[in-house]
């Protein structure tokens, strides 16, 4: 740009967030000794909307080029003032944060050296600034489809939302059947369990033409952009096609036993099973983990739907967009965590609630190491909130309610068995609040502990609990025939491989982060890619279908135009300074970058659609030719300098 | 540079990766966790796009300590192998540092996730310390514009 700079410094106080501890006056006067600075000002709350049209008027009383806001971080409120910015005609690139919050005044108390500090983060915004152009976003085709990995309430959700606005959709379950959890367990509310919520989907599902369910499958590659990703699935073989009846004569002969997960390890299933009564797709299945190819079930078969030879495939698709919706793992206690696995009448929250089901091993009654417990005890808070060393220090949310569910539940068929909860507090929010107010009204016993948790002890004569009730101060002692531990939510077990293949990543808690809790709250960072239900985190069933809109609704108004802007902040080669020594075709993760013949001459070039704006190939491209456009050398360098006092000339 | 009691305070240009240390800077921020303010931090994309000319010219400028952070290895990177770029330069690069009389601590590459906000306010507080230890930086290099 030859136009001379004339930058306007716009410093903000957030409140007290800045100005307590940072002489935002000072700051701003100094702004106005900074080359190229025209105007500097300093205000109360930047972002509001006064405070924009602060930027805005000036930027036309004053003839600015370049904007600095001097405020909170640019993952924060970049957006709103670039948006600010090209309201008022100028192009939005040419706006530079500088972050005396987050990074200044939230983690230092001395306001001396605080508000030097914003000074000089100041002068680094200017400096960086002086060397800003305006750059154009470019525009792609996208696709009007989606991959939604995770078949449980908020990928279905998710699915259905995209559906009916017209999008395809594939919905990849790595299990055999879609439905997640809530098909085996959970309460919306009393009177709907998680099984009715997930089976009136399946229905919907059944019947639109638009969703491709891929069970069994797995995602193992994802490659391109937002509007234009190719993904790569993995179908493992189900073994079982269409034909299947559902008689269940090859379960009769199956010789392999395992555990059986959909009942929580409550009972065994065959290596060839259903998992459940109304699964989707209506089939059995076999677990080709564990399958031995006898091919007894085979030769049993009247229908001809089990093919033992089936292969594993893989497919690639196209879409437009990634819903990342593969939920949680329930916290897996240690053994001797409240006696965890060394009584079989300890079971968790998790095998109690499958126990209630019309479907479980004991069609719904609660019986317990052979009989109905005449006393049984919840310890909530298991794995969550810092009671036992293992334990995570996030409250998972469904617990409270669930076993205060359950436990009215039990009060209501067995009216004299004691229910006892033990808890730290109990957090039922919103209305279910009422049902706690029930569980009092059912006699369900609650009993309050604080730092010191409940000690299980296992004797001869059964089963004790000692805690000391912190209501009544006193140590207490509970024989119970059974105990439920109340367990929350682990991120799931394999999120490891879902950041490999997509990228995203993770916050302190192990769950998925979002690309901005306030502002971005259902994105990943990667444009293309949204997140729905458990991933993110702890929630229960009505959250998750919640999100699961949410995201779909993102991911529709993303791709709706059938095409999509992206970031300028790409690489550009500066055609007479190229060599052609092709060293950054070699770093670019994303082959963005071929060699091509201008005018018989090697030159770099970047395919602008691919390139994902990392700038590796500036910093190895020995010419200086390769620019990563908003990181540019003289842009990076001037920052540098600019610490020091020290400028790089415009 | 020195604060107003004359004690050595070391100046340190961090380069810091947006989708890691940047979040976990921001972090540290958000949590009001506290460290010195002898930090001045510089947004890139990607710790591979940290050119080793930034560092020399900030030693060159008058830093102390320059640290460029990054994701974790192997798999945490947003641009798939960036970090692992960034690492393999700037291991070479810190052995051209002991020729020219920089000592090697005086540099730093670190990997910070977005969630290891505490890791961050470590590393500070131990670059803080080691450069005071080691004193303010008289380079003999000279850098040309
Ligand atoms: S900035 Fe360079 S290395 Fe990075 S994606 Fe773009 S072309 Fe490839
Ligand atoms: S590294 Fe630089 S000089 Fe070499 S081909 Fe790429 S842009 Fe051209």
């Known amino acids: 740009m030859t136009e001379e700079p004339r930058i306007g410094v716009y410093v903000c106080h957030c409140g007290f967030n800045i100005a307590g501890t940072v002489d935002v006056k000072k700051v701003a006067e100094f702004a106005k000794t900074l080359p190229n600075v025209v105007v500097a000002k300093d205000y109360v709350f930047m972002c509001s909307e006064p405070g924009q049209d602060l930027i805005k008027a000036d930027i036309k009383a004053h003839n600015l080029n370049r904007v600095v806001v001097s405020a909170c971080s640019p993952s924060l409120h970049e957006i709103t003032f670039r948006t600010a910015v090209s309201e008022a005609g100028l192009n939005k690139y040419l706006l530079e944060m500088a972050n005396i919050r987050e990074h200044c005044s939230w983690v230092h108390h001395d306001k001396e050296k605080a508000t030097e500090k914003a000074k000089e983060i100041v002068r680094m915004a200017v400096a960086k600034a002086r060397h800003l152009e305006p750059l154009e976003e470019l525009e792609v085709k996208a696709e009007p489809s989606a991959l939604v990995l995770g078949g449980g309430v908020a990928g279905m959700r998710a699915a259905l939302e995209l559906a009916n606005y017209g999008f395809n959709v594939y919905l990849v379950e790595k299990a055999p059947t879609i439905g997640g959890k809530a098909a085996l367990i959970g309460y919306i509310d009393p009177k709907t369990k998680g099984p009715d919520v997930v089976s009136k989907m399946f229905d919907r599902i059944k019947d639109c033409p638009r969703i491709q369910v891929l069970t069994n499958a797995e995602l193992i590659q994802l490659s391109g952009f937002a509007g234009n990703y190719n993904a790569k699935i993995r179908i493992n073989p189900r073994y079982v096609n269409e034909k299947c009846t559902l008689c269940g004569e090859c379960e009769e002969v199956c010789p392999i036993e395992v555990s059986n997960e959909y009942n929580f390890g409550l009972n065994k299933r065959k290596a060839i099973f259903l998992p459940f009564s109304n699964a989707y797709p209506p089939y059995y299945a076999i677990d080709y983990r564990v399958c031995v190819k006898c091919g007894e079930c085979e030769k049993v078969c009247r229908f001809g739907a089990i093919n033992l030879k089936e292969e594993p495939k893989t497919i690639e698709l196209k879409v437009g967009s990634v819903i990342i919706a593969t939920g949680y793992d329930p916290y897996r206690p240690f053994k001797g965590e409240y006696g965890y696995g060394l009584h079989q009448n300890i079971i968790t929250l998790f095998q109690l609630e499958r126990l209630l089901d019309p ?79 029930e569980a009092g009204k059912k006699l369900v016993q609650f009993i309050k502990f604080e730092d010191k948790i409940p000690k299980v002890s296992i004797t001869p004569e059964g089963l004790f609990i000692d805690v000391f009730e912190y209501t009544i101060q006193e140590n207490i002692r509970i024989p119970v025939d059974a105990i439920v531990l109340s367990i929350g939510m682990l991120p799931p077990r394999d999120i490891e491989e879902l950041i490999a293949v997509t990228r995203v990543s993770c916050g302190g808690e192990g769950f998925v982060r979002e690309a901005h809790l306030k502002l971005a709250p259902v994105e990943a960072p990667t444009k293309g890619i949204f997140l729905a239900g458990c991933i993110t985190g702890p929630k229960n069933i009505l959250e998750s279908i919640r999100m699961g809109s949410a995201a779909a609704a993102k991911a529709m108004s993303l791709l709706s135009k059938g095409k999509i802007t992206i970031e300028p902040m790409i690489a550009q080669v500066n055609e007479e300074k190229c060599s052609g020594c092709a060293i950054c075709v070699g770093v670019c993760p994303y082959s963005a970058i071929s060699i091509k013949k201008v005018n018989g001459d090697r030159i770099a070039y970047v395919e602008k659609a691919l390139c994902m704006g990392c700038g590796t190939c500036n910093a190895a491209c020995p010419s200086g030719a390769m620019q990563h456009l908003g990181f540019k050398d003289i842009q990076l360098l001037a920052q540098t300098r600019a610490v020091f006092g020290g400028e790089m000339n415009v | 540079m020195s604060d107003s009691k004359g004690e050595f305070e070391p100046k340190i240009v961090v380069y810091a990766c947006n989708w890691c240390t940047y979040a976990a800077t921001d972090l540290a921020g958000t949590s009001r966790m506290s460290y010195p303010p002898n930090v001045r931090i510089i947004r890139v994309m990607c710790s591979g796009r940290v050119d080793p000319q930034f560092v020399l010219q900030a030693f060159a400028d008058g830093a102390d300590g320059v640290i460029v952070a990054g994701c974790h290895p192997p798999a945490d990177c947003h641009y798939i192998e960036g ?18 009389g920089i000592e090697q601590e005086r540099f730093r590459l670190e990997w910070i996730s977005a969630a290891e906000a505490s890791r961050w306010v470590q590393v500070v507080n131990e670059m803080v310390a080691q450069l005071k230890k080691l004193g303010p930086l008289k380079p003999n290099l000279e850098v040309r514009e």
Not at chain 2, 83 to 100: G, P, Q
């Open chain 2, 83 to 100: 970090n692992y770029k960034a690492y393999r330069r700037f291991e070479l690069f810190r052995k051209l540092l002991e020729t020219m």
């Open chain 1, 359 to 437: 479907e479980s091993p004991t069609k719904g009654e609660l019986i317990i190491g052979g009989k109905v417990p005449k006393s049984i005890a919840f310890i909530q808070c298991v794995g969550s909130r810092n009671t036992t060393p293992g334990a995570k220090e996030y409250c998972s949310r469904m617990c409270c309610t669930t076993a205060i569910n359950s436990a009215i539940k039990i009060k209501e068929k067995y009216p004299d068995t004691n229910v006892y909860i033990l808890y730290k507090d109990i957090m039922t929010y919103g209305s279910d609040e009422t049902l706690y107010e």
